[in-house]
């Protein structure tokens, strides 16, 4: 037989128990306070704590009942509880609530549960029609292994827009992987090819890629983003969607043109061929001795077998000559005399 202490102390012998899984003030009977704003985190008259994590020291935080972080500031909290969404009788998405509310729907019978992950529910007796459904507004911060949506109500408060998050989720892609594993699949064909197998037609007439086609792993990004987003749109009541562009490009901004028009995608080279633009450059000369009327080669500046590139601007015309004396001497040592 186990004798348990009647001190403070837990023997040691008590197995772990779980918290609680409320704040003091929703779980107080006869509150209004449902997300226990103001209320202290210790149930009056009972002597005992809520020793569990998500309560902060100084009571419940209106912004949500998750402790701030060791290393985050005074102005800083983490977040609260996403909030929970609502379906009509009909399907359609009503405002978001909170998940005492919801909790509260759900035990008085008016609602029922329609998805568990995200949570969703549904009501029995409303219909958009007649409820007042003001809309959210869903944020998209696009990145190449990170992706995070954000659904959110901007009110005006104050000569300024405020925005109160409401939801919030981080995708994960598998952009890398995928890569992988087309370099694995293309290596195995690429075997598989030279092996002494029996006759087989060849088939690369027959893979030529359609018009608007992408990488696959570019392809998974656009597709898990727009699945995600006609997920929320059936949840939430969406009326605007916000995507998070950076684009710049210094030379542009420096000029003051756009870099969204159809001249600067092109270039300003599209449409010709390099040596064309370079026989135009060089007026048709040896850029070395300035020689016409003679064959000329095309020259890197700087030479390829010291990290010189193929871009534009390290190309030159040079007659054979001179051509042939430089051969991968630098620039600065071909020119000395």
């Known amino acids: 037989m186990t004798t348990f202490s009647s001190r403070e102390k837990t023997h040691r012998a008590v197995l772990p128990q779980r918290r609680a899984l409320e704040s003091a003030g929703a779980d107080t009977p006869g509150s209004r306070d449902e997300t226990a704003c103001g209320l202290p985190a210790t149930v009056p008259g009972a002597g005992a704590e809520h020793g569990r994590g998500e309560i902060l020291s100084a009571g419940t935080h209106p912004a949500g009942r998750h402790p701030a972080p060791a290393s985050a500031g005074k102005g800083e909290t983490r977040e609260g509880h996403p909030s929970v969404f609502v379906l009509d009788r009909h ?34 007796d409303r219909a958009a029609a007649t409820s007042e459904v003001t809309g959210v507004e869903l944020g998209i911060d696009p990145g190449s292994r990170f992706t995070g949506i954000a659904l959110f109500r901007a009110v005006d408060e104050a000569d300024a827009s405020v925005r109160h998050g409401l939801f919030a989720i981080e995708l994960v892609h598998r952009g890398g992987p995928i890569s992988v594993r087309l370099t694995s699949r293309a290596t195995l064909r690429r075997a598989r090819r030279q092996r002494n197998l029996r006759y087989r037609a060849p088939r690369f007439n027959n893979r030529a890629r359609p018009e608007g086609w992408l990488a696959p ?61 370079l026989l135009m450059k060089w007026n048709r000369a040896c850029a070395y001795c300035g020689a016409t009327s003679t064959p000329l080669n095309i020259d890197h500046i700087h030479p390829r077998s010291r990290g010189g590139s193929d871009r534009v601007s390290n190309l030159t015309l040079a007659c054979l000559p001179c051509n042939t004396r430089k051969s991968n001497m630098p620039v600065e040592d071909f020119l000395k005399k």
Request: glycine share 6%.
């Open 91 to 124: 399907h359609q998405p009503l405002m978001p609530c909170t998940p005492v509310r919801a909790r509260k729907l759900l035990s008085r019978g008016r609602a029922v549960v329609h998805r568990h992950t995200p949570f969703v529910i549904r009501l029995k």
């Open 217 to 277: 792993s570019l392809r998974h990004r656009v597709d898990t983003i727009t699945a995600w987003v006609n997920r929320m749109t059936r949840w939430a009541p969406v009326r605007a969607v916000h995507v998070e562009l950076s684009v710049f490009d210094a030379h542009a901004m420096s000029a003051g043109t756009s870099a969204s028009d159809a001249e600067y995608r092109g270039g300003t080279l599209q449409g010709m061929e390099v040596r064309e633009y």
